[in-house]
Structures are given as structure tokens and as C-alpha cells.
């Protein structure tokens, strides 16, 4: 997280870059109260979350490259709050939605949202792995953070495809020779390799806790409303399938449920542990049996 310090700096540089013709580093310097050193680094930090800054070499002016605020094909800030609301529908989660903030104020007259600065990195990630999908070749995933084996790492992969929400991408990593599901927010970066891709898809399913596995396992469940909310809100995908449970009695906290199907129990697993008191398993059988399993491992 940016202290608010540093990024109240980082929005008054992108304001000040905007502005045409640029200004000097020196200039840059005094205005955001900074050593000039200092300000190449935060100019370095702005290129690495996708701004493209440029220079002229005779005034040695920095600014923003890209169409300005009186571009003919740049919006207006009344264009602009209307894409803003129409993006309001995309789920956070989305990590194109990121680079497309980021386009869209770059072309207006606006600053862009503090909670689409740090995440732009994303959607160069995403597009980064299309490319790799694209050309079928395997791909460097750099310093990936896996909570499974809590390691970070470096993983060749062979990428196949994403989520709906592009949140997770389903691979094969020759070194397991296995097909896997990375969280594409876990990624540092991504390296193309000129080294083919050799695995052929199958029918391989992903559920929407981002498992997969031999066959589809019907699960119940029943919800408080926090419990609900978090379900909803992490796994975007499983709205359609929850209700509001109208039989359920008056006094009780579960007033919510979901019904959907899983590929293996240890992601939507890792959900219900993680609420202990807020979820109700009412089926299957095997699933309670497997969170008696893990409850019992952490006691140990």
C-alpha cells in the first residue's frame, strides 16, 4: 500500500505532467517538494504501472505521452463520468478494468482513481499471458506466490486459458506435468519464451473457486449474511446459484444459501474454513467429512 504521503505526490506529477509543454525535472522537483533524484525514481514508478513518459531533448520538459485534454479524440469530463459509471458494473476483481481506468483518464482531464493506480500492473500481466495463449508458446511466471506451498518462485508454464473475470489462469507446467490455476494477482511479471507449447487442451473444467478435477460435486450450503456477502463479493461467479432462504426460521442467522457444483473440495474449502460458525454445510456427506479432516490436521 502507497502511504498517502507518496501517493498525494504521485497524483500531483501525473496532474503536472499532463499539462503541456512539460516540465523540468528541476521544476517537478520543487513543485511535489522533492530532491530531483527522488523524482526520477517516481518517474520510474509511473512507467512500471503502464504511464509512457517522454521527453524533450531541446527543452528537456517531461510530460505525458498520449493525446492531451484539447486532443480532438480525448474525452470530456462529462464523457468521462459516464464511462466511469458504465465501468461501475465490472466487478473490482477484473484486472483489465485497471488498464482501461487508466486509458480512459489519461485521455481526460481527470486524476486517476487512487484504487486503479497501483493495480494497471495487472492488466499488463493479463496481456502478457493472452500473447502467450495466442502465439502457444510457454511463458516465465516471475516470482509467483503460491499460499499452497507457500513459496515464491519462478514457474514455466504453458498457459491454456482464463476465468471469466480473467482472476486466475488455468496452465500446464511441464515441470509437474500438470495443469494448474495461478491467481494472476500473485504474478510479479511474465517472460515469453520461444519454446512451443506442447500441451494439447482437453475438456479440463475449472469451478469458481479455481479447482479442478476428475468430475463436477454438488454442494449446499447455507449462509449468514456475512458469510453471504464475502461469497459473493470474493467469488462474483456464484450469485446466480445463492437465495434467500424463505423457509428458514425466524430466529435463525443462516438466511442465505447456495447451491453450485465444485471440482474438488479443498478451494471452496479453504472458504467455509475460513468463516468457522458462518457456514452451514447441508450437502454432501464427503464434504463434511473432508473440513472434520482439516480441522483435525490443525489441531495436530
Not at 123 to 131: F, M, N, R, S, W
Not at 236 to 263: E, I, K, L, M, N
Amino acid at each position: 500500500m502507497i502511504p498517502q504521503a507518496k501517493l498525494l505526490r504521485v497524483f500531483k506529477l501525473i496532474r503536472l505532467l499532463h499539462q503541456q509543454p512539460g516540465r523540468t525535472i528541476s521544476q517537478l522537483a520543487d513543485a511535489v517538494d522533492l530532491s530531483e533524484r527522488s523524482v526520477y525514481r517516481y518517474l520510474d514508478f509511473l512507467e512500471t504501472v503502464g504511464y509512457s513518459i517522454d521527453s524533450n531533448l531541446q527543452t528537456k520538459r517531461f510530460f505525458l505521452f498520449g493525446p492531451g485534454p484539447n486532443h480532438p479524440d480525448a474525452f470530456t469530463e462529462e464523457e468521462t463520468d459516464l464511462i466511469r459509471h458504465a465501468l461501475a458494473g465490472v466487478t473490482d476483481s477484473n484486472p483489465l478494468l485497471a488498464g482501461i481506468r487508466q486509458k480512459l483518464f489519461l485521455s481526460s482531464t481527470l486524476v486517476p482513481l487512487a484504487d486503479g493506480l497501483a493495480d494497471i500492473h495487472q492488466g499488463q500481466i493479463v496481456g502478457k499471458l493472452a500473447e502467450g495463449i495466442r502465439e502457444r508458446v510457454a511463458v516465465q511466471l516471475i516470482r509467483y506466490h503460491s499460499t499452497n506451498s507457500n513459496t515464491i518462485s519462478d514457474r514455466l508454464v504453458e498457459p491454456l486459458s482464463f476465468s471469466d473475470d480473467y482472476a486466475t489462469l488455468e496452465a500446464y507446467e511441464p515441470a509437474s506435468a500438470t495443469v494448474k490455476t495461478f491467481r494472476t494477482k500473485r504474478i510479479d511479471a511474465v517472460e515469453l519464451t520461444d519454446q512451443p507449447a506442447q500441451y494439447q487442451a482437453t475438456d479440463t473444467l475449472i469451478d469458481l473457486f479455481s479447482w479442478t478435477g476428475p468430475c463436477w460435486l454438488p454442494v449446499e450450503l447455507h449462509l449468514t449474511d456475512r458469510a453471504y456477502r464475502l461469497l459473493i463479493e470474493e467469488f462474483p461467479a456464484a450469485r446466480p446459484d445463492t437465495f434467500q432462504r424463505c423457509d428458514a426460521p425466524a430466529d435463525t442467522s443462516f438466511a442465505y444459501g447456495w447451491r453450485g457444483r465444485v471440482r474438488d473440495w479443498r478451494g471452496i474449502g479453504r472458504f467455509v474454513l475460513g468463516l468457522p460458525g458462518e457456514v452451514q454445510v447441508i450437502e454432501p456427506a464427503e464434504f463434511r467429512t473432508y473440513l472434520r479432516n482439516r480441522v483435525a490436521e490443525f489441531r495436530l
